[in-house]
């Protein structure tokens, strides 16, 4: 616990601790609600993304635990636990579910505790790793998942820290390329615009870990070689919305495809 104290630096804004800030936690500190509140002045549709972010992930797991029979998540870049985490939306449609979260953030695994909790008929765990070492995940995820049936990959708001596009492309395709025909891919980030660059921009001058918003079209490439479920990739809003939408669609596109 002391190596783990020493790593943690509430003197320097953090991601995840940032976005818990826009979802409304309490796991922050004043340099995350500092760089968090100029952040959310000055590209107030952050905090409508990190919440949809999340609806979008529920929205997600639910339509594949239910409709395409899949009952095995594997989570990476899990994050600070907050409500509706991936075990507990996929056991509520399927008890006997088993979800694997990865992270390698230092405050992630001092409240892996919380994600550590499952139904009696399922199972979770929780991997604290570089989910950027593909191999390394697998092994310490197949403790938990049969790597031979299908598993569904959840990556959200998560690749925008791969600055590199052709390495974000190969990150994805070193798990997907390891795991059966019939497993999913679940993806978003931010897509380019003026806004949301100036938006990046700020976030890494405040001292945060840099996150590249990318073009339509690079972000488009995470889809290739997949089969893409309707309604297609696009702003994450648009993903079979539970209700009409009364705002204009978030700048967070993403999609949810099938390994053939």
Same mark, same amino acid.
């Given at each position: 616990?002391?190596?783990?104290?020493?790593?943690?630096?509430?003197?320097?804004? &953090?991601?995840?601790?940032?976005?818990?800030?826009?979802? *409304?936690?309490?796991?922050?500190?004043?340099?995350? #609600?500092?760089?968090?509140?100029?952040?959310?002045?000055?590209?107030?549709?952050?905090?409508? !993304?990190?919440?949809?972010?999340?609806?979008?992930?529920?929205?997600?797991? @639910?339509?594949?635990?239910?409709?395409?029979? !899949?009952?095995?998540?594997?989570?990476? +870049?899990? +994050?600070? %636990?907050?409500?509706?985490?991936?075990?507990?939306?996929?056991?509520?449609? /399927?008890?006997?579910? @088993?979800?694997?979260?990865?992270?390698?953030? %230092?405050?992630?695994? /001092?409240?892996?505790?919380?994600?550590?909790?499952?139904?009696?008929? *399922?199972?979770?765990?929780?991997?604290?790793?570089?989910?950027?070492?593909?191999?390394?995940?697998?092994?310490?995820?197949?403790?938990?998942?049969?790597?031979?049936?299908?598993?569904?990959?959840?990556?959200?708001?998560?690749?925008? &820290?791969?600055?590199? $596009?052709?390495?974000?492309?190969?990150?994805?395709?070193?798990?997907?390329?390891?795991?059966?025909? +019939? $497993?999913?891919?679940?993806?978003?980030?931010?897509?380019?615009?003026?806004?949301?660059?100036?938006?990046?921009?700020?976030?890494?001058?405040?001292?945060?870990?840099?996150? #590249?918003?990318?073009?339509?079209?690079?972000?488009?490439?995470?889809?290739?070689?997949?089969?893409?479920?309707?309604? *297609?990739?696009?702003?994450?809003?648009?993903?079979? %919305?539970?209700?009409?939408?009364?705002?204009?669609?978030?700048?967070?596109?993403?999609?949810?495809?099938?390994?053939?």
């Amino acid at each position: 616990m002391q190596r783990l104290e020493q790593e943690l630096n509430t003197s320097v804004p &953090h991601s995840a601790r940032m976005w818990n800030y826009w979802l *409304g936690g309490k796991d922050n500190y004043e340099a995350d #609600r500092k760089l968090g509140q100029y952040m959310a002045e000055t590209y107030p549709q952050i905090r409508e !993304i990190a919440r949809a972010s999340r609806a979008f992930q529920a929205r997600a797991i @639910r339509h594949l635990a239910a409709e395409a029979g !899949i009952r095995q998540f594997l989570d990476l +870049g899990t +994050g600070l %636990p907050t409500a509706n985490a991936t075990h507990e939306v996929a056991q509520s449609v /399927a008890p006997t579910a @088993r979800i694997v979260y990865v992270d390698h953030d %230092p405050i992630v695994l /001092a409240h892996a505790r919380a994600l550590l909790t499952s139904g009696p008929e *399922g199972a979770t765990d929780y991997v604290h790793g570089d989910l950027a070492d593909a191999p390394a995940v697998l092994t310490e995820a197949a403790r938990t998942l049969d790597l031979t049936r299908p598993v569904a990959v959840l990556i959200l708001s998560t690749l925008g &820290h791969v600055p590199d $596009s052709e390495a974000a492309h190969a990150l994805l395709r070193s798990y997907l390329d390891r795991l059966p025909a +019939g $497993s999913y891919l679940v993806q978003c980030d931010t897509i380019e615009t003026p806004e949301s660059k100036a938006a990046s921009d700020d976030y890494e001058e405040g001292g945060a870990m840099a996150y #590249r918003s990318r073009p339509r079209e690079e972000m488009e490439r995470f889809t290739e070689g997949l089969e893409v479920l309707e309604p *297609g990739f696009g702003s994450i809003d648009l993903w079979k %919305p539970e209700a009409p939408l009364d705002r204009e669609p978030i700048e967070q596109w993403g999609f949810v495809a099938r390994k053939p």
